[in-house]
Each structure stands twice: as structure tokens, then as C-alpha cells.
């Protein structure tokens, strides 16, 4: 399996997002795949600009090590 070190996504909510595709004439499915970050075309930018600026917020999901690792015996 492969596993994303590194990954961002833009959490809006759905009016948001209806309203985007609405506004730039496009499908709800084209502004998801933006807003999770899986294109990157000058359009998919415009989106994720449009939702940041109207209340959308942006996260960055990173992978950790694990901190149990090691197991104390008692």
C-alpha cells in the first residue's frame, strides 16, 4: 500500500462547494477533486483561492511515527 507522507485537502461545506460550481460553470465533482488537492490545473487553483477567501479552511494531514513503538515489560 502506498502511503501519503504529506497530503492537504480544503474542508467547505457543501453550499460552498455548489456554489463554486455553480459560479465558474463547472461540476461539483471538478470543485471535490480540486479541493482535495488531486488537480492542480490553473482552474483547480482558482477554486481552492475562491473557497479560502469565502470561509473555507485549509488542512495539512501528515504522517507521524508512532510513539508505542517500543513496549516497556513491567
Do not use: C, W
Amino acid at each position: 500500500m502506498n502511503v501519503v507522507e504529506n497530503r492537504m485537502f480544503i474542508k467547505a461545506s457543501k453550499e460552498l462547494m455548489d456554489e463554486i460550481a455553480k459560479k465558474f460553470g463547472v461540476t461539483f465533482r471538478s470543485v471535490q477533486m480540486a479541493l482535495a488537492f488531486q488537480t492542480n490545473s490553473p482552474s483547480a487553483r482558482l477554486y481552492r483561492s475562491y473557497a479560502l477567501e469565502h470561509g473555507g479552511k485549509m488542512y495539512r494531514v501528515e504522517e507521524v511515527e508512532n510513539p508505542h513503538k517500543h513496549i516497556i515489560n513491567i
